[in-house]
């Protein structure tokens, strides 16, 4: 009787540090921005973060993933929605040149760097279900974005998982290039996300930048 084929192993679970230093970093970006802009104290986006990603990795490490999910996009969530709020406040008191120049650029540099670490980090947690539903598979066929190297052929393609960084870098090039470049898009979600990210970057170059340097 044949033998059954050897199964695939399983790839090395991704580190999840990344993702929680960008969050951190985040977090840290709210401080830069002027009291007016942020809601609350300058400390509390960066409490919560910090309180929520606790039980989040004690979620992960005891096997609880569906809570782990769950944790990890209400601590997404909660940065995400600071920085809409800071940027649609920074917006609004634009017509009334209530801001130095200094302080629009200072405060369109932190949400602009702070709009990549958030979409980064949402296109991580989203993609192919999640980085524990990727821990799971030999390797990375299938998912929302097309990377270069699932179209590649050899051993050390189909052995390859995508990391913080590529989407990091995907991130980056949405919010400088507003596309994905080399990444083509495939999920209509993460389209969204992408159009979204692209405006929030848009807002913040074009018209904040912009009506800083106009009245330097």
């Not at 960066?46 to 989040?56: M, S």
């Amino acid at each position: 009787m044949p033998s059954a084929p050897p199964q695939a192993a399983l790839p090395t679970p991704e580190p999840r540090w990344p993702s929680i230093l960008a969050l951190l970093a985040t977090a840290g970006l709210n401080l830069v921005l002027p009291a007016h802009l942020r809601y609350g104290p300058g400390w509390l986006l960066v409490a919560i973060v910090a309180v929520l990603l606790i039980p989040t990795m004690i979620a992960r490490h005891v096997g609880k993933n569906e809570l782990y999910r769950v944790l990890g996009r209400v601590v997404l969530g909660s940065v995400t929605a600071s920085l809409v709020w800071s940027l649609t406040l920074l917006i609004s008191r634009l017509p009334a040149h209530s801001d130095s120049p200094q302080v629009l650029l200072r405060a369109a540099a932190a949400l602009w760097v702070a709009n990549i670490l958030v979409f980064a980090s949402w296109y991580w947690r989203l993609d192919a279900g999640g980085p524990h539903a990727r821990d799971l598979r030999p390797s990375h066929a299938d998912g929302a974005f097309l990377f270069p190297q699932m179209v590649i052929a050899g051993q050390r393609a189909r052995n390859w998982h995508p990391g913080f960084v590529d989407y990091l870098f995907l991130a980056f090039n949405t919010s400088t290039a507003f596309s994905p470049t080399d990444v083509p898009v495939l999920s209509r979600w993460a389209k969204v996300m992408m159009m979204i990210q692209a405006l929030i970057s848009l807002g913040t170059l074009v018209i904040v930048a912009a009506r800083a340097v106009n009245i330097l």
